[in-house]
């Protein structure tokens, strides 16, 4: 029996990279078990949003995206910073669920049978204490992330390596970030059945939770409610105003009743359910996409102006994971040059979309030309800063650096497994530039970006 349409459609355009700008979109028109909103999710999306052909073969590699120059070109370091994997929600969003339901199941009235199934079979199951913890899918995330790359990379992630030592694991402090790096071990060691021997792991928040210990950020970003007004403003406006009215519509409430948190909690809703238990929710009739696309941007306003471009210490407070990532590439050149044994040969780093997020904006990927604000939502539609794209659950920024031969190395980013250029390396090979040109690339963030004076808040004025 041949596989239906959509899968058929979708596996190509994935395979041959013609999903442009990451997005292969999966309705549930094609899919029922596929919310039609399920790409708009944000950072509590699926990862396999991103890469559809997961959907059918989820350990499903494509090696063609590594082309090296060369065919004499070999890695000598891999580093993967990739965040935890699919968890519950927090506790203060919980919460805000539990408020919304409880307003759905006594205030609401109508016969639509998605309607008759969240008042009469779907109980709230989620309590505060389960708080942001990894569930049986976010384990999953993270094994079978660590299959995959093996299949990709299977000179650097091999049973050799891991038993030498050779692979380091670092991981953020957090609960759902240290069992995910046990998945992430997990994949490996059941992969090659090894169970005589312990696979080692160190926390390290001052790597993976910069944003905890960078006070100029916590005082000015974090802590400081005037740092989001632009976010504050567009859930004030009439977008958000007209997804709450839609709301109210389909719930035959007054509109009063619903307000921006509760359209957050319904979204949640939606969400969760989709990326815990793969359930296409009655919840998520109550978004059509032009709904989803508001509540989308939503979330990318809060993460532009506190994780992204929108204050320069967002991406300055990460200084200290960009230090340390270039010297493991320049500690792996070093060793490798002096015929020495790469000690080090992958680093595995596992932290959270907050560490991940001011990395990217640090290092210039996804900055549009205009900033998000929140009155120009309509002339953002085609922006390249999209969480659900950037940073979905198990989302991992992964460098990959060739000895090409004659003192020429290579450096290859790939996010999310998938190539993607450094901002300003697009007239080379782009997907590959040499690695020189990287650190000219970046040369004032090498030479300066020091985590410790960017971070105090009553800095020096700069010379000049």
């Not at 990894?134 to 790359?149: F, I, P, S, T, Y």
């Not at 030498?164 to 759902?176: L, Q």
């Not at 312990?198 to 905890?212: G, K, P, S």
């Amino acid at each position: 029996m041949t596989a239906p349409v959509w899968k058929v459609i979708v596996r190509f355009a994935a395979v041959f990279g013609l999903c442009a700008g990451f997005r292969c979109d999966v309705v549930a028109e094609e899919n029922p078990n596929i919310p039609a909103i399920a790409n708009y999710f944000t950072t509590k999306g699926r990862y396999e949003e991103v890469n559809p052909h997961l959907i059918d073969d989820i350990l499903a590699v494509n090696s063609s995206i590594l082309q090296p120059p060369s065919a004499q070109c070999r890695i000598i370091h891999l580093t993967a910073i990739v965040r935890h994997g699919t968890r519950y929600p927090t506790g203060k969003n919980i919460k805000k669920m539990h408020d919304f339901y409880e307003l759905m199941k006594s205030s609401a009235v109508g016969r639509e049978s998605w309607l008759q199934e969240l008042q009469n079979q779907w109980t709230m199951w989620y309590t505060e204490d389960m708080d942001g913890r990894l569930v049986q899918k976010g384990v999953d995330d993270l094994k079978n992330l660590a299959v995959r790359l093996s299949k990709l990379f299977p000179s650097m992630i091999s049973e050799e390596k891991l038993r030498a030592g050779m692979i380091k694991f670092i991981t953020s402090s957090k609960h759902r970030c240290v069992n995910s790096t046990l998945s992430f071990k997990a994949g490996l060691t059941e992969l090659w059945a090894i169970s005589d021997q312990e696979i080692e792991h160190t926390v390290n928040d001052a790597l993976m939770r910069f944003f905890d210990q960078c006070t100029r950020f916590v005082q000015e970003v974090d802590g400081n409610p005037s740092a989001l007004s632009e976010v504050e403003s567009f859930r004030l406006g009439p977008e958000m105003r007209r997804v709450q009215e839609k709301i109210a519509e389909r719930l035959r409430v007054p509109y009063s009743d619903i307000t921006c948190d509760s359209a957050e909690a319904a979204f949640y809703l939606c969400a969760y359910e989709f990326a815990i238990k793969t359930v296409n929710s009655p919840w998520c009739r109550l978004f059509d996409q032009v709904d989803a696309q508001i509540m989308e941007y939503a979330n990318d306003l809060k993460q532009f102006w506190k994780r992204g471009y929108g204050h320069d210490i967002n991406s300055k407070s990460s200084c200290i994971l960009f230090h340390d990532l270039f010297s493991r590439l320049e500690k792996a050149v070093s060793d490798h040059k002096s015929g020495q044994k790469v000690t080090e040969a992958v680093t595995v780093q596992v932290g959270h979309a907050k560490t991940l997020l001011p990395l990217l904006t640090l290092l210039g990927f996804f900055k549009d030309n205009n900033r998000m604000t929140s009155v120009n939502y309509a002339a953002q539609t085609r922006r390249s800063f999209r969480t659900s794209l950037m940073v979905p659950y198990a989302a991992n920024l992964v460098l990959v650096l060739y000895d090409c031969g004659n003192d020429d190395l290579r450096l290859q980013p790939l996010l999310n497994e998938k190539p993607v250029d450094f901002p300003g390396l697009t007239t080379q090979k782009a997907s590959m530039p040499r690695f020189q040109d990287v650190k000219e690339l970046y040369r004032e963030l090498l030479q300066g970006c020091d985590f410790e004076s960017e971070c105090r808040l009553f800095r020096a004025p700069a010379e000049g």
